[in-house]
């Protein structure tokens, strides 16, 4: 029962990731509509504007993140999931309610302020779960933004304009009803002085009695956490910062998050032969089942070796799609195939093991800013990724982009053999005395 408590926990505020999903991956089903002849809106989207329908949610996503950091210290996790929540809600009433280009544009951007959730959702289920499933529970954020891109596309090819905009709302109402059941993270609990709070939380998260050996340990396990004995302390937190944000880059530069966005036309271009929307809702479904099999992986496997062969995998399919975008020497099922094969090499990779390590290697005194700063960092890598890659095809084709994210990808597995720790199954003083050292140990 103490598992499934937290996996219940997990799976509530990882359905904030899978509402957000939806909202970041609408563009892919709507700016063909929106820039048609035939729009829903009051006129259609200039080339500007849909760059701007795909892009503005990292920029609002940017200035978030500084401000989450600082609330989720301020009020908590479990008020930040419900703050940040609240703006899906209002991003969904805004398309429901105007039918101009600008309003479209503004509840993208408001919907984007709800991007931090990339940061809460791993920090609260990271602070919540015991080790063993950890990295597992951890990976719960990306199975669901997945499953939330699989809504979108299926939504979009199914449901008329105006239905699926209503049947978004409805699920972002009950985002917020769910977080009522949640209770707060026993690590910020205890960095505010009730620790009898944080025992009754964690145990019942764990099954057992307040005044039990299990809940006495864990409490003494996260006193050591907020108080370190480490003689490199700061040297630890940068290297550990400096990590994060490599890996972060690499999650974006792999190239998949534009995939995502702009599935439909990148489709319709690489694989004209099969629709569109059916090559995205396949992606998708892809998307899903590999994050449960990383999710799987990250706990058997552990971090570090994921990261790297998932990434030499990455690059090698966008090697094969960039040859054979660009000088077509097989047939359009060659492209179908080894696109599937790069999402699910990916999600295994650099679509998960990012996120997963953001929730464990850093303090719990510097867990928020530290974070915050490597979020805030892949959402500006986001913003020029997306915004450039229409001008980008436009210029040199969709093949040679393929190369440059091939690229990203062998370097992402170079970096991660020389300066990546495995992490699994250690709590975060250990983990902390692997940066430290001079040469980082891979355990």
């Given at each position: 029962?103490?598992?499934?408590?937290?996996?219940?926990?997990?799976?509530?505020?990882?359905y904030?990731?899978?509402?957000?999903?939806?909202?970041y991956?609408w563009?892919s089903?709507?700016?063909?509509?929106f820039s048609?002849?035939?729009?829903?809106?009051d006129?259609?989207?200039?080339?500007t504007?849909?760059?701007?329908?795909?892009?503005?949610s990292?920029?609002?996503?940017?200035m978030s993140?500084p401000?989450?950091g600082?609330?989720?210290?301020?009020?908590?996790?479990?008020?930040?999931?419900?703050l940040?929540?609240?703006?899906?809600?209002?991003?969904?009433?805004?398309?429901?309610?105007c039918y101009?280009?600008?309003?479209?544009?503004t509840?993208v951007?408001l919907?984007?302020l709800?991007g931090?959730m990339?940061?809460?959702v791993?920090?609260?289920v990271?602070?919540?779960?015991?080790?063993?499933?950890?990295?597992?529970?951890?990976s719960?954020?990306?199975?669901?933004?997945?499953?939330?891109?699989l809504l979108s596309?299926?939504?979009?090819?199914?449901?008329?304009?105006?239905?699926?905009?209503y049947?978004?709302?409805?699920?972002a109402?009950?985002?917020?009803?769910?977080?009522?059941?949640?209770?707060?993270?026993?690590?910020?609990?205890?960095?505010?002085?009730?620790?009898?709070d944080?025992?009754?939380?964690?145990?019942y998260?764990?099954?057992?009695?307040?005044?039990?050996?299990?809940?006495?340990?864990?409490?003494?396990?996260?006193?050591?956490?907020?108080?370190?004995?480490?003689?490199g302390?700061?040297?630890?937190?940068r290297?550990a910062?400096?990590?994060?944000?490599?890996?972060?880059?690499?999650?974006?530069?792999?190239g998949?998050?534009?995939?995502?966005?702009y599935?439909?036309?990148?489709f319709?271009?690489a694989?004209p032969?099969?629709?569109?929307?059916?090559?995205?809702?396949?992606?998708?479904?892809?998307?899903?089942?590999?994050?449960f099999?990383?999710?799987?992986?990250?706990e058997?496997a552990?971090?570090?070796?994921?990261m790297?062969?998932?990434?030499?995998?990455?690059?090698?399919?966008?090697?094969?799609?960039?040859?054979q975008?660009h000088?077509?020497w097989?047939?359009?099922?060659i492209?179908?195939?080894f696109?599937l094969?790069?999402?699910?090499?990916?999600?295994?990779?650099?679509?998960?093991?990012?996120?997963?390590?953001?929730?464990?290697?850093?303090?719990?005194?510097?867990?928020?800013i530290?974070?915050m700063?490597?979020?805030?960092?892949?959402?500006?890598?986001?913003?020029?990724?997306?915004?450039i890659?229409?001008?980008?095809?436009?210029?040199?084709?969709l093949?040679?982009?393929?190369?440059?994210?091939?690229?990203?990808?062998?370097?992402s597995?170079?970096f991660s053999?020389?300066?990546?720790p495995?992490?699994?199954?250690?709590?975060?003083?250990?983990?902390q005395?692997?940066?430290?050292a001079?040469?980082?140990?891979?355990?």
């Open positions: 029962m103490t598992i499934i408590f937290q996996a219940l926990a997990t799976g509530i505020v990882s904030l990731c899978l509402t957000m999903g939806i909202m991956t563009p089903s709507t700016l063909v509509l048609s002849a035939n729009t829903t809106l006129r259609p989207m200039t080339e504007e849909v760059a701007l329908l795909g892009s503005l990292s920029i609002s996503a940017l993140t401000f989450s600082y609330i989720l210290d301020k009020v908590g996790r479990r008020y930040s999931c419900m940040f929540s609240l703006v899906q809600v209002l991003a969904w009433a805004i398309v429901i309610l101009r280009v600008e309003a479209i544009l509840s951007f919907s984007g709800s931090c990339f940061l809460v791993p920090i609260y990271g602070e919540l779960c015991q080790e063993s499933i950890r990295g597992m529970m951890t719960g954020a990306m199975i669901f933004y997945g499953i939330g891109m596309y299926l939504m979009g090819g199914l449901l008329a304009y105006e239905t699926m905009n049947a978004c709302l409805t699920m109402v009950l985002g917020m009803v769910f977080l009522m059941l949640i209770k707060e993270s026993p690590i910020h609990l205890m960095r505010k002085g009730l620790e009898k944080a025992a009754r939380v964690i145990a998260y764990r099954g057992a009695k307040v005044n039990s050996k299990v809940v006495k340990e864990e409490m003494q396990m996260i006193r050591r956490a907020l108080n370190p004995e480490l003689d302390k700061s040297r630890s937190s290297r910062l400096l990590v994060s944000i490599v890996l972060y880059t690499a999650a974006i530069f792999q998949l998050m534009v995939v995502q966005v599935a439909e036309p990148l319709a271009e694989v032969t099969i629709s569109p929307t059916v090559c995205s809702v396949v992606s998708a479904i892809a998307t899903v089942v590999s994050g099999i990383a999710a799987y992986l990250i058997w552990g971090r570090r070796p994921l790297i062969y998932a990434s030499i995998a990455s690059g090698v399919c966008c090697v094969i799609l960039g040859t975008i000088v077509h097989g047939p359009h099922w492209t179908a195939l696109m094969l790069y999402v699910v090499a990916y999600t295994c990779g650099a679509g998960t093991v990012p996120f997963v390590l953001a929730a464990e290697i850093f303090l719990p005194e510097i867990k928020s530290a974070s700063i490597a979020v805030e960092w892949c959402f500006i890598c986001s913003f020029v990724v997306l915004f890659f229409n001008p980008l095809v436009t210029a040199i084709g093949g040679p982009v393929f190369y440059f994210f091939a690229t990203a990808c062998f370097l597995a170079v053999i020389f300066f990546v495995e992490t699994k199954g250690l709590t975060v003083d250990v983990i005395n692997l940066f430290a001079k040469r980082i140990e891979k355990v």
